[in-house]
């Protein structure tokens, strides 16, 4: 890394290839998210997810953004699919949002049009589904 100092007022910092690509793999295990509604408390929300995605197998490292977001870094590959793949969430009954993170991630909050919710199994067990739901892939209004 070089540092470079221009006419005093601004710093440049000019990054190795190798440091950018080191970056991407630690963040590589990261995903993104925000709770609608009241932003969460650290410690509740912290033991909340632990239990909502097993115990995981690995460590997982929280941190709130202090923008309404959350970022939560795995060091397990496993843990960040179960993660990502245990489908819609909610605490207090309040959805959160996660996506993996890249970097091209923009924090933002999105305007939601609809949000899919699987409801099958908390009425019971399902007869049938048609093909667009068993395969999650239909939304209806």
């Known amino acids: 890394m070089e540092h470079d100092v221009k006419d005093g007022t601004q710093s440049v910092v000019i990054l190795e290839v190798e440091e950018v690509a080191e970056t991407e793999v630690a963040w590589g295990l990261a995903l993104t998210g925000y709770v609608l509604g009241k932003y969460p408390v650290y410690t509740p929300f ?34 960040l699919l179960h993660a990502l793949e245990d489908g819609p969430c909610s605490m207090d009954n309040r959805p959160f949002i996660i996506q993996r993170w890249s970097r091209d991630i ?27 739901t068993a395969n999650e892939v239909f939304v209806s209004k």
């Open 46 to 79: 912290l033991q909340f997810l632990k239990r909502l995605w097993r115990p995981p197998k690995g460590e997982i490292l929280l941190t709130l953004q202090g923008n309404g977001f959350f970022i939560v870094r795995f060091n397990l590959e496993e843990d």
């Open 106 to 132: 923009r924090m933002e909050f999105k305007r939601l049009q609809s949000i899919p919710v699987w409801i099958a199994s908390a009425i019971g067990t399902p007869l049938y589904f048609d093909t667009p």
